[in-house]
């Protein structure tokens, strides 16, 4: 079993910045990838941004050059650093680890508005 603990994520004015941090414990495979997805009211869950263990990312087309993943492989965390934040940023967003499977954490909101 996986778990996911997510940290950060709250409200802040457009153009301002928030990082979400999440750490994975458990029975981890060596080959992972984690990332970020949002699901924001009335709408599917989307993909943010995700990275393997070895550093690969890949983000949305609506957060690239805002956005920036990253990761520690040794302790198997990830942080989403989000800048230039938009009313349309607002949603849950979602810690993910795929592993063996995917494993999802309990969500933390973030909302963009003056």
């Known amino acids: 079993q996986v778990q996911l603990v997510e940290s950060g994520g709250g409200l802040v004015q457009p153009g301002g910045s928030l990082r979400l941090s999440c750490a994975a414990s458990g029975s981890i495979f060596s080959m992972w990838t984690m990332g970020w997805y949002r699901q924001a009211p009335g709408k599917q869950r989307e993909l943010v941004a995700t990275?393997?263990?070895?550093?690969?990312?890949n983000y949305a087309d609506s957060v690239k050059g805002r956005f920036t993943i990253s990761r520690d492989s040794a302790k198997i965390t990830v942080a989403l650093q989000m800048n230039s934040l938009k009313p349309e940023d607002t949603a849950v967003y979602y810690c993910m680890i795929k592993t063996l499977r995917d494993y999802w954490g309990q969500g933390t909101q973030v909302t963009v508005s003056s």
């Open positions: 990275i393997t263990r070895g550093g690969l990312t």
